[in-house]
């Protein structure tokens, strides 16, 4: 959890209330426990492996791992902005000041500190996030239930109290787009394969969730605050709800949660940059890269990273972005994990994620009537809180899509395979069961030098 955190959850309240708040939390929470149900099946199909695209890469091939290392790395990459981007406007809206001189050294400390510790480090800056996460959440509620004077008249005025059109809506939205998107995050499985042992990492999972949950539901909770306080109203921007409260407070408090919230966000981005290392060399360049050539590279994505985040919209937005991108794709991937699909290929993954984001396209052009409106529902540039079904529906159209497409990927596939096997006079094996490598085989394919090694040798097929 980042500073963004503090935006986006108030922001919530604001816009669909208690039931809101309620189910973004859950939402958030519940969705950790996938990483413990799924880490141990992952590592005993793939015991190499230490991130999701290495099972991808021995199951689907090397095409569809490309593909998956890619969309990784853009998911950390919008996270990377969506984090610099909040604690920019953290300083902005608590000190008037501007967040880029801040934003500099928070790129420039973690960026050296992560290029000398690697992983280590960020493990270490993982447990003082938590620290300060509840060192903040503690402060703020004992301080802002001290300060702040509710007016009662307000409460119910305000409906926030009250299910909505929005609320509804997330019961499905938030679970799909938070669940999907997680396997996204290397950081998340790094941490889910690093564990000694399955029951161990049930316990981490399990102790990390409830904290979280109520983290969320207290920063969320701020919102509703806010609105009830009367320092904004629903109709107003709830992303500043949590700083609008803080203003009410006395300076130290207001300097505390300054520091706490440029620790937090420091955590947070040397784990997306420590991420972005792993995943860049492992899934893209199969660790034959010499690494400090790609942690060069990520000191270069940093540069345009620092310039969308000072012009970023939305915080909630830009995560809203990468989870339409992983509901589309994640449904198709995980198909394969069941060995009654063992006739799913990589072909079917790459054509159904592809295919699910332009389902979402022709959705958006249909219901609004527009093709713009159509792209621009892929971007989800109205928001979740537009009063219609365009991002509801864009949510569904992602995975249906997806699945729908995969399956049209499928037919075309056996049918050029059933030509090519009747033209050829060979055995039609396109619905073969996948069969291991040999050690030889895989030796020779995996073609490793003496310092270099890969970690994945069985390469699945991928047409």
Known sequence: MGSGILFSYPQLGVLAGVQGVVVYAIASACPLLIFAALAPIIRRKCPEGFVLTEWTRQRYGIVT????????LLTLFLYMVAELSAIGQVVEALTGLDGLPVVIVECVVTTVYTSLGGFKISFITDNIQGAMICALIIIATIT??????IKPELIAESGLLDASLVGWQLVYI???????NDFFLANFWLRAFASRTDKDLWIGVSVAMVVILIVLTLVGCTGLIAVWAGTLTPEDDGSVAFFLLLEQLPNWVVGVVIVMSVCLSTAAFDSLQSAMVSSASNDIFRNRLNVWYI??????????????ALKAPSILQIYLISDLLSAATIPVLMLGLSERFYWWRGFEVLVGGLGGILTVFIFGTIYYGDAQLGGELILLEQGLYTGDWG?????VAAP???????????AFRLAVQFVLAKVRGTRFDGL???????????????????????TTKVVGKFF
């Open 65 to 72: 791992a490309l593909y998956l290392g890619a969309l990784t």
């Open 144 to 149: 802002i239930g001290a300060k702040t004077e």
């Open 174 to 180: 938030l679970p799909v787009a938070v669940l999907t």
């Open 295 to 308: 942690r060069a590279g990520v000191v270069l994505i940093i540069f345009p990273v620092v310039v969308l």
């Open 391 to 395: 991002a509801f529906g864009a949510f």
């Open 400 to 410: 249906v899509g997806g699945l729908i497409w995969g399956f049209i990927a499928l």
């Open 432 to 454: 073969d069961y996948p069969t291991t490598m040999p050690a030889e085989d895989a030796s020779i394919l995996a073609d490793t030098s003496d310092e270099v090694t890969t």
